[in-house]
Nanobody
Framework: QVQLVESGGGLVQPGGSLRLSCAAS????????MGWYRQPPGKQRELVAV???????NYADSVVGRFTISRDTAKNTVYLEMNSLKPEDTAAYYC?????????WGQGTQVTVSS
């Protein structure tokens, strides 16, 4: 059973920064890729950033230059560094891991950007 545990969400002012963490229960190299999704209130879940097993990263256009996905293989943890946060970044953020045809999700962490 794969477990993904997110942390690091909270309330931040516009222009501020947060770092989200996703700790996996197993070796993250066992996954084809890991990523962060978000679901704003009343909207569908959308991809924010992904990192492949080989280390290639990809980002949604709306976060390019502001967000950075990274990983610490020794800690089996993936991070999402979020800078220059905007009110429209407000959402529940979910960690995702994919292995073959299986997809695993964390419980989510809330990020609220407001003054």
């Amino acid at each position: 059973q794969v477990q993904l545990v997110e942390s690091g969400g909270g309330l931040v002012q516009p222009g501020g920064s947060l770092r989200l963490s996703c700790a996996a229960s197993g070796n993250i190299f066992s996954f084809n890729n890991m990523g962060w999704y978000r679901q704003p209130p009343g909207k569908q879940r959308e991809l924010v950033a992904v990192i492949t097993n080989g280390g290639t990263t990809n980002y949604a256009d709306s976060v390019v230059g502001r967000f950075t996905i990274s990983r610490d293989t020794a800690k089996n943890t993936v991070y999402l560094e979020m800078n220059s946060l905007k009110p429209e970044d407000t959402a529940a953020y979910y960690c995702n891991a994919r292995r073959a045809v299986s997809s695993f999700w964390g419980q989510g962490t809330q990020v609220t950007v407001s003054s």
